[in-house]
């Protein structure tokens, strides 16, 4: 990577300066749509000290899911300056 700035966008809209995080994964969850609880698998990013992981997508597949997460770590190491990010499902 250049000396260019990385940053990676989460699902809330929010953007990440790439050497902030400390790494990625995929985490299984039970949610609630449409008065259903339902397993949706998060693409997430770890943030330093106590902070809470940041959503970077969710999706009904785990399969979908680690897809995504191999295509977003692809355009990382492409990316020498500007935003990543990825789709979500839901």
């Not at 809209?13 to 449409?34: A, M, T």
């Not at 997508?57 to 997460?69: Q, R, S, T, V």
């Amino acid at each position: 990577m250049g000396s260019g700035k990385v940053f990676i966008r989460t699902r809330s809209g929010r953007y990440l300066l790439l050497e902030h995080i400390i790494g990625f994964d995929v985490v299984s969850q039970k949610v609630e749509i449409d008065g259903k609880r339902v397993l949706v698998f998060e693409v997430i990013a770890y943030l330093p000290g106590n902070l809470l992981p940041a959503v970077l997508g969710i999706y009904y597949n785990e399969k979908d899911a680690y897809e995504w997460l191999n295509y977003l770590v692809g355009q990382i190491l492409k990316t020498e300056k500007g935003i990543v990010f990825i789709p979500t499902e839901i």
